[in-house]
């Protein structure tokens, strides 16, 4: 398949009124000045006819005035057209600005440069950092006789300008008051310290020079003044090429320097700048802090091999554009691009009917060349396609490689030139790297390094290869990590037998077996291999490589089996140490603890709460048992560390400590037992077991029994243990701590009254122990006392307790009075309510049926509520007690017994019949309380309000 050309063209199709000055161009805007004075605005389309706007310049200038230059900022926005006289005689040279307006509109009223009268305007040097439709910004403007000024100009007069320029001002005379016409002009920002940097480039016909500085502020006005002042002081920095004997006036009416940016907004990155002999070119670095030169990598690239006339002549081009990777040569009949990096020609399209005056553009992919009377448009077709052929060619193989688009066959082709490269440069390891991506057979590489007898090279390219298998290739991967591990390994003996006192940590082979094994895949390897490494390793009997392997896999039990084998206790301490693993620890720190305890117990204790202290009983054990006294005081000084500082509330622990101070430490037994509390729901040891193990200590445990015994409430063994040994205050503790059984706490008090009395024959102190006991009497004491104690020895104690008798008795007497009292005045208010009237209305209504009151027997309570008898008995009676029902009923039957005769005659008596006793208990059953207000409503709260019998036909009615 034919590729398709790097530039394809087409004419712009218009039709002239007048030959072609000059063309410009932004934003893909053309801007054409014609000879007739007239400046066109040209909008290319390929898809439709070209949209072309017409301004007539004649009567905004001098009819002696021509058209010399057309001006175009990048953007599109603003137009200059500079115009030079006819003749020397003539009106002074003129500059003319428009604003571009919007497409297919008019370009705005041309209007003059008042203060640039007289200067004719050879190079623009647009604002890259501007957009604005209202002002250019700062822009430099370069002149026939050298001179460089700053101006800003405005679409619009302010109402106090009398001009568009808000400032015109020189900056700099580059030919030293000598006529050197200005071909180019391009600033920029750049890095600075010192401020906001800008660099500029002005071009001549033979020089180019170069301007550094910075500004404080980029509203500063003028902008660059300050750049340039610094150069009014020291010689400018310029590159000169003599010009040759060519003609050049052609040079005089184009842009000799082109730069090239990625993006309008982005920095250039290079530039190109076009003499009479040689085009310079040149990479632009902004990112640096730079002081002298923001070019970098200046060449010159000699044209004369490009184009020559019909006798072989070379010729000069009539201009130069810059793309990416191409210089794009334009001559009066043809246009040719040559690549910068090779100075080779790519491609070339030969005019028969065309004499190209100029080019212009070069921004999106396009640019436009132009005869006197004809535009063609090129369009730059996808010019990276071959790049990576030129970089390899040239030996940049990193750039090659970014230009290959992910074609795996370009990728191939360039890593098999750079290997090969490479290992005719002896740079065997880097060579192996390259070739282990290419697709060359493994077989031929392999070959290739043994036959060099290069055994680094071929580890390279094995370790190379291996990162690129797939995962699903285990079996591959563990030929190449064992053959790889089988090379070092012969190196590793080799060098240790050359020399006895081997140190391998020391060596370069050691230090890249080590980092062999930490490449990944060797790594993974080697984890689903370990045996067959082992095997391998110790066949050469290398334990230091075994270690490594090991400590590499993180196989740490064999890394610890082999210290411990080995009797190295304080390596495998301190690989514990190292890695900080709890189970480790549990499986090898006894042994470690029976060699070394007072370096082990220290790790142990300053990990703290990495480890469970339950899980190391057994290693703890195991070294209390082994060792002396020595070791059990390491052991007992940890446990010590574990349950004060790390809170440890494991019984088992609390329980071997106790153990151990019972046997080594008796005096510190006690103190640790109070230090736990005396709380039994918080002890963390159980009160049993420390029971046993203190009885199991003899009488050196007497007073921790005794705080024992007390914790378990068994309060008499306590006091007779201490009083066993006569700890006399120890029982009165343990007596006042009974505070709810008044029986227990007076017989310990009892306890130890009878035994300062017997024993110690004691009887004022026994006395005196009445105060500490309320419950505790003279009288109860007293059968204690010998039998011939005098009575004056307890004479106040005995007028005490006879008082406190009198006292109680007068009390009790007191408050049987006020109860009588209470109850005759209860009595009385009784008596009262029962007689006191209550008025009712006629049309007073039960508050249960809501019927008129009077219609019957009727009951009215104070809280004035109102019921029927009838009424009140049917609510009150399904609420009663079985027994008050069945009371109600026989009364019922006892009062319908009764005959009217005998009621009478009861009445006639004035007596309480039998027949009134039984109504009333009637009443005070049923109207004891009110239905509403009394206790038979504060009873029914928790009740619920369907009775059982219509729960059923309820719920059959809400389903």
């Known amino acids: 398949m034919e590729e398709k050309p790097f530039f394809t063209y087409r004419k712009i199709q218009f039709v002239p009124k007048s030959q072609l000055v000059d063309v410009s161009v932004g934003a893909k805007h053309l801007a054409i000045g014609l000879q007739n004075k007239t400046l066109l605005k040209i909008q290319p389309n390929q898809m439709q006819e070209e949209t072309i706007t017409e301004n007539d310049l004649t009567k905004s200038v001098s009819s002696s005035s021509i058209v010399h230059r057309v001006f175009l900022d990048p953007t599109g926005q603003h137009i200059l057209v500079s115009l030079s006289p006819r003749d020397t005689a003539d009106s002074p040279a003129e500059l003319l600005y428009m604003k571009n307006g919007v497409p297919n509109e008019k370009l705005s009223k041309p209007r003059l440069v008042s203060r640039a009268k007289g200067q004719l305007i050879t190079a623009v040097g647009w604002n890259p950092n501007h957009s604005s439709d209202e002002s250019t910004g700062p822009i430099l403007l370069g002149t026939k006789n050298g001179l460089l000024f700053e101006t800003e100009l405005k679409s619009d007069e302010g109402f106090f300008q009398s001009g568009i320029e808000q400032y015109f001002k020189q900056i700099f005379d580059v030919g030293k008051g000598q006529p050197t016409r200005i071909t180019g002009i391009e600033f920029h920002q750049c890095n600075r310290s010192d401020g906001i940097g800008y660099f500029i480039f002005v071009t001549t016909m033979t020089r180019f020079y170069q301007f550094i500085g910075s500004v404080n502020s980029e509203d500063t006005r003028p902008l660059l003044v300050n750049v340039m002042n610094m150069y009014l002081n020291m010689p400018e920095k310029f590159w000169e090429f003599p010009s040759s004997d060519v003609h050049v006036e052609h040079l005089l009416k184009t842009k000799p320097l082109q730069i090239w940016k990625p993006h309008l907004k982005l920095a250039p990155s290079h530039f190109a700048w076009l003499t009479t002999s040689v085009i310079v070119c040149g990479k632009i ?16 690239i000699h044209f004369e091999s490009f184009a020559a006339d019909s006798a072989g002549k070379p010729l000069v081009p009539r201009a130069i554009g810059l793309t990416e990777f191409h210089l794009v040569l334009l001559y009066s009949d043809r246009v040719v691009a040559v690549c910068i990096l090779n100075e ?10 065309v004499k190209f005056l100029g080019m212009t553009g070069f921004s999106s992919g396009h640019f436009w060349a132009y005869s006197d009377r004809s535009v063609y448009e090129y369009s730059i077709s996808d010019e990276k396609r071959n790049m990576w052929r030129v970089y390899m060619d040239l030996g940049r193989f990193d750039e090659a490689k970014s230009h290959c688009r992910g074609n795996e066959s370009k990728l191939n082709t360039i890593m098999i030139r750079q290997a090969e490269h490479l290992l005719e440069n002896r740079k065997f390891e880097e060579s192996a790297k390259c070739f282990a991506e290419t697709k060359l057979s493994f077989e031929e590489i392999t070959l290739k390094f043994l036959e060099l007898k290069q055994t680094e090279a071929l580890r390279v390219y094995l370790l190379k290869r291996l990162s690129m298998l797939k995962p699903e290739m285990v079996t591959q991967a563990s030929l190449i990590v064992l053959w790889s591990l089988e090379l070092f390994l012969q190196e590793l003996g080799t060098q240790r037998d050359a020399e006895k006192l081997f140190d391998s940590s020391q060596t370069l082979s050691w230090n890249n077996f080590k980092k062999f094994i930490k490449h990944p895949q060797v790594h993974m390897t080697m984890k689903c291999n370990k045996k067959a490494v082992y095997n391998l390793i110790s066949s050469h009997g290398d334990k230091s490589a075994l270690l490594e392997c090991a400590l590499e896999v993180g196989d740490y039990y064999k890394v610890l089996d082999e210290y411990v084998q080995e009797n190295q206790y304080k390596e495998a301490l301190e690989f514990l140490e190292a890695k900080r693993s709890a189970e480790l620890y549990y499986r090898y720190i006894g042994p470690i603890l029976v060699a070394i305890p007072e370096e082990a117990f220290v790790i142990l204790i300053k990990i703290g709460h990495l480890l469970n202290p339950s899980l190391l009983l057994p290693s703890l054990t195991a070294c209390a048992a082994e060792g002396s006294s020595k070791n059990a005081g390491f052991v007992v000084r940890y446990l010590e560390h574990c349950i004060k500082k790390l809170d440890v509330r494991d019984p088992a622990i609390h329980h071997f400590l106790l153990s151990l101070l019972v046997k ?20 963390p040891y159980c009160l049993q ?8 200590g003899g009488p050196a445990q007497d007073r921790s029994l005794i705080w024992l015994y007390r914790l378990l409430e068994r309060y008499e063994e306590s006091v007779e243990k201490a009083l066993s040994i006569n700890a006399i205050d120890l029982a009165k503790e343990t007596a006042n701590q009974v505070v709810d059984d ?3 706490r007076k017989r310990l008090w009892l306890k130890i009254a009878r035994h300062i009395i017997e024993e110690e024959n004691d009887i004022s102190r026994a006395l005196q122990m009445l105060q500490s006991c309320e419950q505790l009497k003279l009288e109860e004491v007293l059968p204690f006392f010998p039998d011939f104690t005098t009575i004056d020895l307890f004479r106040g104690a005995l007028c005490i307790s006879l008082q406190a008798y009198s006292d109680h008795l007068d009390q009790l007497k007191e408050e049987m009075d006020e109860a009588t009292k209470s109850a005759e005045a209860i009595r009385q208010e009784i008596s009262i309510v029962k007689s ?3 008025l009712i209305k006629s049309n007073e209504k039960c508050s249960i049926c809501h019927k008129t009151l009077l219609i019957s027997s009727v009951y009215i309570f104070p809280c004035s509520h109102h019921f029927h008898a009838d009424c ?3 609510e009150v009676l399904p609420q009663l007690s079985g027994i008050k029902k069945e009371r109600i009923h026989d009364l019922k039957r006892q009062l319908a017994s009764l005959s009217t005769k005998d009621d009478t005659s009861s009445i006639k008596s004035g007596s309480k019949s039998e027949h009134d006793t039984l109504k009333e208990e009637i009443d005070e059953i049923l109207a004891g309380d009110c239905l509403y207000c009394g206790d038979l409503m504060i009873d029914s709260v928790d009740k619920p309000f369907s009775i059982e019998d219509s729960l059923e036909v309820q719920l059959r009615q809400w389903s």
């Open 285 to 300: 670095d902004v990112s640096s802090d730079h002081s002298e030169s923001v070019v970098q990598n200046r060449k010159s």
């Open 344 to 353: 080779q020609p790519v491609y070339e399209t030969t005019f028969r009917e």
């Open 664 to 683: 080594e430490s008796p005096e510190k037994v006690l103190v640790y037992l109070q230090e736990q509390g005396n709380d039994p729901s918080e002890i």
């Open 689 to 696: 077991t420390a029971l046993r193990i203190c009885l199991a």
């Open 742 to 744: 008044d029986v227990m």
């Open 836 to 838: 006191r009237p209550i």
């Open 872 to 874: 009140l008995e049917a």
